[in-house]
């Protein structure tokens, strides 16, 4: 899956995509990334911002990986 977007919806799309595919509830994918369900419900209204290491970490959950690509600098 190819996303090009904020982190919220980055977020929103692998939840769903982890529910849909896999089965996986919120509160599994809590568990086995190792975030808080604070933490996820936090970004996902944009209260605060995920560092790329835990949003790395809940996408990888999710079963897909998070690629970052730069432009020119």
């Not at 692998?14 to 994918?29: C, P, T, Y």
């Not at 996820?40 to 990888?60: D, F, G, Q, Y």
């Amino acid at each position: 899956m190819t996303i090009t977007a904020s982190y919220d919806v980055i977020l929103k799309q692998a939840l769903k995509s982890a529910k849909d595919n896999r089965g996986m509830s919120r509160k599994d994918v809590v568990e086995k990334s190792g975030v808080s369900m604070t933490a996820i419900e936090n970004w996902l209204v944009r209260k605060s911002e995920p560092s790329m290491h835990l949003l790395t970490a809940v996408v990888n959950t999710c079963g897909h990986q998070l690629v970052i690509k730069l432009g020119d600098l």
